[in-house]
């Protein structure tokens, strides 16, 4: 497989440009081996926005991991090959989960249903304020490009195409950006869920 072989090198070069913080490498490498990483996701899911779920994990999580690729260890398609697989096979695991939960709360639609629940306490409301502060300031910390395709994602509720549209960027690096800002985001908000909180 001498085209394989030629693509190589320029995979280990774009790792060891993540590894470096290069986040357009990482797009780059999203756009050489994304497609055939959906492939294999779907195959796996089958349902396409699993399978999209489950590619964006896997790259994010390539990302992440960039430092410790080992080129002794397989190639970079085969390392993502490996990675996507295994996220695929979470998500099944995943899904088993939430149709047991999605089971036991149909269990509970039978009781008679509570009455409104009122205004918040105020301990409630202020812990609500501070969770909203955080998330603005975390949101100010990423780095432009993520922030702006977040923002046009979540506030604006456009599509990854739709993102890609309006800031003139690929698919690829859109959909990167907005995964790796979520990263931070999450990194950086941990604990500040309402369920962690007492």
Known sequence: MPLADAAEPLDVQLIAEMAAGDERAASMLYDRHGAVMYGLALRVVGEPADAEEVVLDAFAQAWRDAARYDTSRGSVAGWLTTITRTRALDLIRARGRRSKMTDTATATLDEP??????????????????????????LDQ??????????LAFFEGLTHH???????????????????GMQKLRDTLVGLAPESVS
């Open 113 to 138: 249903a509570a009455m409104g629940s009122g205004f918040a306490a105020p301990d409630v409301q202020v812990q609500e304020t501070e969770r909203a502060v955080a998330v603005k300031s975390a």
């Open 142 to 151: 990423l780095p432009l490009p993520q922030r702006q395709a977040i923002e």
């Open 162 to 180: 739709e993102v890609a549209d309006r800031l003139r960027e690929p698919l690829g690096t859109v959909k990167t950006r907005i995964r790796l």
